[in-house]
């Protein structure tokens, strides 16, 4: 399942016999993944909305910091 909203009205109302003119911009559909597809594939001038990350805070410490070489204990 893949979830699509809709930015713009379809350029065509039918394609292979699936109906697009009933999707309406604004509304979110949970459609499958054909349909999704074929629907994402379909703007001619797509719009991308830029969203911010799910996590804001500082990046991970393991990145952050230098490996340490570990030390053998006799």
């Known amino acids: 399942m893949m979830r699509i ?14 109906r697009l003119d009933v999707f309406h911009p604004g509304v979110q559909y949970e459609r499958g993944n054909c349909l999704g597809a074929l629907l994402l594939a379909e703007p001619q001038s797509p719009v991308r909305e830029v ?15 230098r490996r340490r070489s570990r030390t053998r204990s006799s």
């Open 51 to 65: 969203r911010p990350p799910a996590y804001e805070g500082p990046p991970a410490l393991a990145l952050d910091q």
């Open 5 to 18: 909203e809709v930015m713009q009205k379809a350029s065509v109302s039918v394609v292979d016999g699936i």
